[in-house]
């Protein structure tokens, strides 16, 4: 069956400008997870939904980040004002067994974010 | 708080010679612990986890990892690589009762040549 799709695969944006990541989980799955890759680190925890609702945001960076989950499946990422710092590639990935600490978690390709 | 060390951002090495690549964890909780392969151009996919029983874990496409709980490691190991091995990997840990999720080191980078 399809994977974990995040639209678009590359976004270039200008410094102040808003932007909207979308990440498409696997069908059924009903933890879904946000992370953030820098140039040459490991893949930085974000946010958490179980289901429609946040059950971690404690990886948000600051108050410009924010994520939904309205209906419980597609997920958008949204930063305002970016910043040159905001740049890296933006991870998703979704788990069956609503956020189990065991639970094998399906990432996506991920979208590579530019800020000029 | 949780942290992971990867000791070697670079591993190169020869065809069909073995690798271990070497991760180190700290916790203030008990984690599960985790090894992710990334190819290139492709997303993160899981090689191998430790959840709890026998320290040593097969995974795939060769691969196995030892938890050792006094040293607060879970190195990966493959007796012989291939060069379609060629990739980076990631260790993770995810803490208990958490919600899943993972905290990553930094990655290894392994290159294997002919």
């Known amino acids: 069956g399809a994977g974990v799709s995040q639209t678009p695969s590359n976004k270039v944006t200008e410094k102040g400008k808003y932007v909207e990541l979308r990440c498409d989980p696997i069908?059924?799955?009903?933890?879904l997870y946000w992370y953030r890759q820098s140039l040459g680190q490991g893949p930085e925890f974000l946010i958490y939904?179980?289901?429609?609702?946040?059950?971690?945001d404690s990886g948000l960076p600051n108050d410009r980040f924010f994520a939904v989950r309205p209906e419980g499946s597609v997920s958008t990422l949204k930063i305002q004002r970016t910043e040159r710092g905001d740049s890296a590639v933006y991870l998703c990935a979704s788990s069956l067994n609503g956020g189990a600490s065991t639970d094998t978690q399906y990432f996506g390709p991920g979208t590579r974010l530019t800020v000029l | 708080a949780q942290s992971v060390t990867q000791l070697d951002s670079q591993v190169p090495v020869f065809e069909e010679a073995p690798v271990e690549l070497r991760c180190n964890y700290s916790?203030?909780?008990?984690?599960?612990l985790f090894w992710y392969v990334q190819y290139p151009n492709q997303g993160l996919q899981l090689l191998l986890k430790?959840?709890?029983?026998?320290?040593l874990v097969k995974g795939i496409n060769g691969f196995e990892a030892e938890f050792n709980k006094s040293q607060t490691s879970f190195h990966l190991r493959k007796p012989s690589v291939h060069i379609s091995d060629t990739a980076e990997y990631f260790c993770?840990?995810?803490?208990?009762?958490?919600?899943?999720?993972?905290?990553f080191g930094q990655g290894t980078e392994l290159s294997v040549k002919p």
């Open positions: 939904f179980q289901g429609t609702g946040a059950a971690d």
């Open positions: 430790y959840l709890s029983g026998s320290t």
């Open positions: 916790s203030s909780v008990s984690v599960y």
């Open positions: 069908s059924g799955h009903t933890a």
């Open positions: 993770a840990v995810s803490p208990y009762n958490q919600g899943g999720k993972l905290i």
